[in-house]
């Protein structure tokens, strides 16, 4: 894939601040840094996200026969990946003449993957823990 940080990627500049961003189908980019918040983002390629702490902001997503990818079955995804829908103007985003509301991540014929470790949020003790005690004994 090519990289999003590559000007030849977009044929003459990164996108910018704001800008509406289109991946056309065939096209396979490799979100390589986390750019700056974007207007609406269309996908119809595929867009993955590098093994790194990444942000992407976008005021709507919509993945339209394409693929946005974080992370494999085989490989999940062990960084932290962010996804920000920041439409401020509240207005509806419309899809194939529908109104789909704001702050839009819609997948229509398409791919939105994410595989992530498990998160465990909590763990059994070992041993029971007497009051002031410093340190914990877990399974």
């Known amino acids: ?79 932290r990946a962010v996804i920000n829908l920041t439409d401020t103007a509240r207005q509806d985003i419309k899809i194939h003449d529908h109104n789909a509301g704001s702050r839009v991540l819609a997948v229509m014929g398409g791919e939105f993957s994410v595989f992530a470790a498990p998160r465990v949020s909590w763990a059994r003790l070992n041993q029971t823990a007497r009051a002031g005690t410093r340190t914990l004994v877990l399974d």
Do not use: C
Request: charged content about 10%; overall charge positive.
């Open 1 to 79: 894939p090519q990289k999003w940080s590559s000007a030849a990627t977009w044929g003459r500049a990164v996108p910018t601040a704001g800008q509406n961003v289109h991946i056309p189908a065939g096209k396979s980019i490799l979100l390589d840094v986390s750019p700056p918040s974007l207007g609406n983002l269309y996908i119809e390629g595929t867009l993955t996200f590098a093994r790194k702490n990444l942000t992407l902001s976008a005021a709507n997503i919509v993945v339209h026969h394409g693929r946005l990818l974080i992370g494999t079955a085989s490989q999940p995804f062990l960084q």
